[in-house]
């Protein structure tokens, strides 16, 4: 077991209620190690939930950028008159990459289904601008 995997698994025994001594035992480390792992861990996880805004800003602009580019390939295939295969696979690549934004953004429709189940809610993409600009949202409605 590395040093990480003491650290990681020493935060969640305590985490569920063990005494630091306890868990000195089972890992044969001193108390005060436990605690500086569990100090060691506490900080980490602050670090990340600290990041956690800036890494969905990333994947949620990944996203964007997947449905831009995928909408700019369906486009060039309709105006070079590819296969409506290939246009059909890029629009498919934009709703999945739309389905998986609107989650990340928490637009989740099926739990929004759950809340009002008199309506129907799902995903909805909307896709405007120009050719060299596209512009797509991504939302839920009612």
């Known amino acids: 077991m590395t040093i ?7 935060f969640l025994l305590y985490s569920t209620g063990w005494e630091q001594t306890r868990i000195a035992r089972r890992f ?22 600290e ?15 997947v449905m831009t580019r995928a909408w700019n390939r369906h486009n060039e295939a309709a105006d070079v008159n ?11 690549l934009v709703l999945d990459a739309a389905e998986k934004y609107a989650q990340l953004r928490g637009l989740d ?13 799902r995903v909805v993409v909307r896709i405007g601008g120009s050719t060299e600009s ?7 409605e009612s």
């Open 109 to 121: 429709a099926s739990s929004a289904v759950r809340k009002s189940e008199k309506s129907t809610t």
């Open 51 to 65: 990041n956690i805004d800036e890494e969905i800003e990333r994947v949620a602009g990944v996203y964007e950028n």
């Open 4 to 10: 990480d995997e003491r650290r990681a698994e020493t």
């Open 28 to 49: 044969n480390v001193s108390q005060t190690t436990v605690s500086k792992d569990i100090a060691i861990e506490i900080r980490k996880r602050r670090a990340r939930a």
């Open 82 to 92: 590819i296969t409506s295969v290939a246009g059909t696979n890029y629009l498919r």
């Open 134 to 140: 596209p512009q797509i949202d991504v939302g839920v």
